[in-house]
């Protein structure tokens, strides 16, 4: 008796082994983020921004520029993705001014800001597979059209009470109304409890349409830095 015991919970133990090994597994759950068809979420671009061109009227450098986008990413396949997205970015150039003698030093304290809405439409290539646990790579290649809100032209002070400098001058007649841009990226998307990725990417846009109006020059909008990426 003592024997049958022994055998039924060896056999009952067996089959409770045997019952975990083939459950079939639940479809809905996603062991990565990866894994997800849809993606959704909000990139901040920390960017530096200049004009390039053949013919400038003017010496520009390149000045720091944020922005802010919701977007949204298909993938059809592992490897393969669509993105479109809407947002603020801010692009424009620092300009470079030969300082007068007894005057306050106004080299490079001049700012040309464009305040654009931006709509960014790409394909996405991401390695199928992690090189690491919960980390892949990942490149996109789009177009972004641009409608520019405004251009302003702000001199910044350092010195208090210097009368030429703190004034913001609205100069968006000298400007472009709209642009298409060519627009890459590259960089690590990090899994985040299977549910979130995390995107730290390069990101460089280039302008085709001139942003002067006619009979100042020939120059194009140009951004390169970081975008930082959350999505769900």
């Given at each position: 008796?003592?024997?049958?015991?022994i055998?039924?919970?060896?056999m009952?133990?067996?089959?409770?082994?045997?019952?975990?090994?083939?459950?079939?597994?639940?479809?809905g759950?996603?062991?990565?983020?990866?894994?997800?068809?849809?993606?959704?979420?909000?990139t901040?671009t920390?960017?530096?921004?200049?004009?390039?061109?053949?013919?400038?009227?003017?010496?520009?450098?390149?000045?720091?520029?944020?922005?802010l986008?919701?977007?949204?990413?298909?993938?059809?396949?592992?490897?393969?993705?669509?993105s479109?997205?809407?947002?603020?970015?801010?692009?424009?150039?620092?300009?470079?001014?030969?300082?007068?003698p007894?005057?306050?030093?106004?080299?490079?304290?001049?700012?040309?800001?464009?305040?654009?809405?931006?709509?960014?439409?790409a394909?996405?290539?991401?390695?199928?597979?992690?090189?690491?646990?919960?980390?892949?790579?990942?490149?996109?290649?789009?177009?972004?059209?641009?409608i520019?809100?405004?251009?302003?032209?702000?001199?910044?002070?350092?010195e208090?009470?210097?009368?030429?400098?703190?004034?913001?001058?609205?100069?968006?007649?000298?400007?472009?109304?709209?642009?298409?841009?060519?627009?890459?990226?590259?960089?690590?998307?990090?899994d985040?409890?299977?549910?979130?990725?995390?995107?730290?990417q390069?990101?460089?846009?280039?302008?085709?349409?001139?942003?002067?109006?006619?009979?100042?020059?020939?120059?194009?909008?140009?951004?390169?830095?970081?975008?930082?990426?959350?999505?769900?």
């Open positions: 008796m003592k024997l049958l015991k055998v039924a919970c060896i009952l133990i067996f089959g409770e082994v045997c019952a975990q090994d083939f459950v079939k597994p639940n479809d759950i996603k062991s990565s983020a990866f894994e997800k068809k849809f993606l959704w979420g909000f901040f920390q960017s530096w921004s200049t004009i390039k061109g053949s013919s400038l009227p003017k010496n520009y450098f390149t000045k720091a520029s944020v922005g986008q919701i977007s949204a990413e298909y993938y059809p396949l592992n490897f393969l993705g669509f479109l997205g809407a947002g603020y970015q801010q692009r424009g150039a620092g300009i470079k001014n030969i300082p007068t007894g005057t306050p030093d106004s080299t490079y304290r001049e700012r040309l800001r464009f305040n654009s809405f931006e709509f960014p439409i394909v996405i290539l991401r390695t199928p597979k992690d090189l690491v646990k919960g980390l892949r790579l990942s490149g996109s290649l789009g177009i972004v059209p641009i520019n809100r405004n251009a302003r032209d702000t001199k910044i002070s350092l208090p009470n210097v009368a030429d400098l703190d004034k913001t001058v609205d100069v968006s007649p000298n400007y472009f109304k709209s642009d298409l841009a060519f627009q890459f990226t590259f960089g690590p998307e990090i985040m409890a299977g549910s979130q990725v995390i995107k730290i390069f990101y460089y846009s280039q302008g085709t349409t001139n942003v002067f109006t006619a009979g100042q020059g020939t120059g194009h909008n140009q951004n390169a830095g970081i975008r930082f990426g959350w999505m769900f």
